[in-house]
């Protein structure tokens, strides 16, 4: 479950702020499949992130609020991007968060 917020309801949230990681991460736009070799691993790699990003994107949508940081592009391995661009994804999801936090607040007040 790449983003569960249908368990934390279930738990019994009243609120849920989901993170997805995987909202705007994947590199699987004509652009990036005009420079790959298709081969049977690259397939199965595409095939495999537009899975995930369908159940994120279909976990959130019971979510009170879904911050979307930007990832970095252009590696399968979330967490590989996650560790050798540490200060920009930092960056990125400080940013992302900013931009909810009004919402945020409007729930809470």
């Known amino acids: 479950m790449p983003v569960p917020v249908k368990m934390v309801k279930e738990m ?28 049977l691993i690259s397939v199965t790699r595409i095939t495999y992130q537009m899975l995930i990003e369908s159940l994120a994107s ?4 019971e979510a009170d609020i879904v911050i979307n940081p930007k990832i970095w592009e252009g590696e399968f391995n979330i967490f590989k991007n996650l ?12 940013r992302a968060a900013r931009d909810v936090i009004p919402a945020i607040k409007k729930l809470l007040y």
Do not use: C
């Open 58 to 61: 279909e976990n959130t949508k």
């Open 83 to 94: 560790i050798n661009n540490q200060e920009t994804t930092i960056e990125d999801g400080e």
């Open 12 to 39: 019994g949230a009243d609120i849920v702020v989901a993170v997805n990681l995987y909202g705007k991460m994947f590199p699987y736009k004509r652009e990036y499949l005009k420079k790959q070799e298709l081969s």
